[in-house]
T-cell receptor
Framework: AQTVTQSQPEMSVQEAETVTLSCTYD???????LFWYKQPPSRQMILVIR??????QNATENRFSVNFQKAAKSFSLKISDSQLGDAAMYFC?????????FGKGTHLIIQP | DTAVSQTPKYLVTQMGNDKSIKCEQN?????MYWYKQDSKKFLKIMFS???????INETVPNRFSPKSPDKAHLNLHINSLELGDSAVYFC?????????????FGPGTRLTVT
């Protein structure tokens, strides 16, 4: 069975600073995708960034980037220049045969 | 233009009732899903469905059943509602049938069973 672990239930960062959210996973698949989703208080699930396992290059989307370490099965999300609008729950997710397997989430607080 | 829509957004009902949640996607995607998010925010897959195959998470009670009238719709029927069914239910869709693409989520339906 696949697992996704987010070991930080809550993180806090000052506005304009950088924060890194951790995620580790386990899968027996050789081909898979990893995602970070953001869920603000509105509860809408918003895709932040995706990473294909076969790509060695780390994905980047504006202020969001990942550190993908395939051998270590680690997939962390770095948010640069944190903004108040980044405050949300962040979920790491892994593709599988049935659907996405999610971690338990990290609640990110932005301090003004 | 809403990509994945769900109705209703809020649903309050009593134990023992039967209810349905509707989901529609206008992305032309091949696969649709239902997820349950519990009170601790944990998201768990319930079903995935494309025009060839329904895959059911074995932990889902058979009181829950997906119904797909066509490729763009996947409704969720729940019979004999229980208190523990209270949660937010998300519909999602993705392109292809491999389950490898990113999934686009609806706004969620908050179900409260009293």
């Amino acid at each position: 069975a696949q697992t996704v672990t987010q070991s930080q239930p809550e993180m806090s960062v000052q506005e304009a600073e950088t924060v890194t959210l951790s995620c580790t996973y386990d899968t027996s698949e050789s081909d898979y995708y990893l995602f970070w989703y953001k869920q603000p208080p509105s509860r809408q699930m918003i895709l932040v960034i995706r990473q294909e396992a076969y790509k060695q290059q780390n994905a980047t989307e504006n202020r969001f980037s990942v550190n993908f370490q395939k051998a270590a099965k680690s997939f962390s999300l770095k948010i640069s220049d944190s903004q108040l609008g980044d405050a949300a729950m962040y979920f790491c997710a892994l593709t599988g045969g049935l659907g996405l397997t999610f971690g338990k989430g990290t609640h990110l607080i932005i301090q003004p | 233009d809403t990509a994945v829509s769900q109705t209703p957004k809020y649903l309050v009902t009593q134990m023992g009732n039967d209810k349905s949640i509707k989901c529609e996607q206008n992305l032309g995607h091949d696969t649709m899903y239902w997820y349950k998010q519990d009170s601790k925010k944990f998201l768990k897959i319930m079903f995935s469905y494309n025009n060839k195959e329904l895959i059911i998470n074995e932990t889902v009670p058979n009181r829950f059943s997906p119904k797909s009238p066509d490729k763009a719709h996947l409704n969720l029927h729940i019979n004999s509602l229980e208190l523990g069914d209270s949660a937010v239910y998300f519909c999602a869709s993705s392109s292809g049938t491999s389950g490898m693409g990113e999934q686009y989520f609806g706004p969620g339906t908050r179900l409260t069973v009293t």
